[in-house]
């Protein structure tokens, strides 16, 4: 059951699963729902507490009155874990922007954090995504486009919203619960969402230069999980995607998630073979693994030391 608790003065939705000493906390990607990620949560809950939530500004969470930037973020993850006296170290799973966002806590409290889990994530070298010449790609659907639509919702009021916008499910949605299938839509259909993403897009360039001038966080065990980018070129082409275009940009996005590698000297990749960006939807098997992992990691270390 989702649930709500005061933090700072205002209100954070979260969900807990599990009752062990190890914890895990999710970090969800820009527009990213936590629903999306019950069900892998239940299966980790045999062995783990998992904790989910929502950010300020998504789902049930109020907007506080301090910008949505990653140094936000993550204080705001220590005042939720404070409010729910979590005191333990964590393994911090961090997707897209959510890794971005794990990227800067493991370099901030590293004390808190034993392990980092980074899906798909955003790289602190983003900016080169940008640099990339795209222009048939850019025409069919571009950053400008998805700012322009998030503009346009922002300003909706919530029945307004919901008159216009009906979300269309992937298939790995539509096996969602028909429950959590309505809490998606009622997620997809907040106008305070398309606002925060606004201020979470209009900060990430700079917040991803600071977090890389903060260097590594070599101490920390570290498991880097890629999309096939083979797999997403060949889905580009089939959309009509011009080749060289989706080749460039899916290439670039593995070169830079196989460059997260150095953020810890105890770090492993894993491809996660016949995905996209979704992975936690189509192939949540490799997270587990990942955490797996990582706990092993951490025992070796442990009994080393």
């Not at 890389?212 to 498991?223: C, D, E, N, Q, W």
């Amino acid at each position: 059951m989702n649930r709500v608790i005061e933090v700072n003065g205002y209100d954070m939705e979260y969900r807990l699963f599990g009752s062990g000493e190890r914890l895990i906390v999710v970090m969800t990607g820009m527009g990213g729902s936590f629903e999306e990620w019950v069900s892998l949560s239940e299966q980790l809950s045999e062995s783990y507490q998992v904790l989910l939530y929502h950010r300020s500004g998504y789902g049930e969470s109020e907007m506080n009155n301090r910008s949505s930037r990653t140094a936000s973020h993550i204080l705001e993850c220590v005042k939720l874990l404070d409010a729910l006296q979590l005191y333990q170290p964590i393994i911090l799973v961090g997707h897209s922007y959510g890794g971005l966002c794990a990227q800067h806590m493991a370099k901030v409290f590293p004390n808190k954090v034993s392990g980092v889990v980074l899906v798909d994530s955003t790289s602190h070298d983003l900016t080169l995504l940008d640099k990339l010449e795209t222009p048939e790609m850019d025409r069919q659907y571009s950053d400008g486009d998805w700012r322009t639509m998030c503009h346009s919702y922002a300003i909706l009021s919530k029945e307004e919203l919901k008159k216009i916008h009906q979300p269309e499910w992937s298939d790995e949605q539509k096996n969602l619960s028909s429950d959590a299938i309505d809490r998606l839509r009622n997620f997809y259909q907040s106008p305070t969402l398309y606002k925060t993403m606004l201020e979470e897009e209009s900060f990430w360039r700079d917040d991803a230069s600071i977090i890389k001038k903060m260097g590594t966080f070599s101490s920390i065990p570290l498991i880097v999980i890629g999309r096939d980018h083979e797999a997403m070129i060949q889905e580009g082409i089939n959309g009509g995607s011009p080749e060289a275009e989706i080749r460039l940009l899916e290439e670039t996005w593995h070169e830079l998630i196989y460059q997260q590698l150095r953020l810890s000297n105890q770090s492993e990749l894993i491809i996660a073979e016949k995905t996209g960006h979704q992975i936690h939807l189509q192939r949540p098997d490799t997270i587990i693994e990942a955490i797996h992992r990582i706990e092993q990691a951490g025992r070796i270390k442990t009994t080393g030391s």
